[in-house]
């Protein structure tokens, strides 16, 4: 079975700019979450989706958002760049229930100028 | 407000020696606790999980140990190996399994040969 795959795996964007990110979960899983991970603060919950509703959000501004499309795949979107969003971006999927263990992809790494 | 908290960036061991990881929580709503680990360049891979009903759970050289009224948890990994230097992310999930993970900043563990 094939993991989780992010695309692209590097971006280099310039402050104000706006970027999306990919993610597509392991076959079957229904479930997909975001995180953001910096040195100083390691892995912040930004959303979740499942069956393209957003179930759960963390503490992020608005300008990350998020969709799932009807295949599981969902893509983010953070506008309006700052400095401060140069972070690894990742997605992980699982099958909600019961304490699912979730399945990372290896991140997309964003650098902002 | 970090409510989960690992408090030793990094861990240094002898190959064959046993290597222990610590967590600590806050939130009592926490039931479910995962240990994650992650190489450079790669998204986090799961590891073990524990239970609140639990105390204690085994998988292999990996072990993780739940104090619940001190609000702790650790990992053992016994015998280390250098395969096993990465760094370590210590989650907590609640009752049900949000699918909201919430991590500690983790622990760069070093086994040395």
Known sequence: KAGVTQTPRYLIKTRGQQVTLSCSPISGHRSVSWYQQTPGQGLQFLFEYFSETQRNKGNFPGRFSGRQFSNSRSEMNVSTLELGDSALYLCASSNPGAYNEQFFGPGTRLTVL | ?113
């Open chain 2, 1 to 113: 407000d970090q409510q989960v908290k690992q408090n030793s960036p990094s861990l240094s061991v002898q190959e064959g020696r046993i290597s222990i990881l610590n967590c600590d929580y806050t939130n009592s709503m926490f039931d479910y606790f995962l240990w994650y680990k992650k190489y450079p360049a790669e998204g986090p891979t799961f590891l073990i999980s524990i239970s609140s009903i639990k105390d204690k759970n085994e998988d292999g050289r990996f072990t993780v140990f739940l104090n619940k009224s001190a609000k702790h948890l650790s990992l053992h990994i016994v015998p280390s190996q250098p395969g096993d230097s990465a760094v370590y992310f210590c989650a907590a999930d609640t009752q049900g399994g949000s699918e909201k993970l919430v991590f500690g900043k983790g622990t760069k563990l070093t086994v040395n040969p």
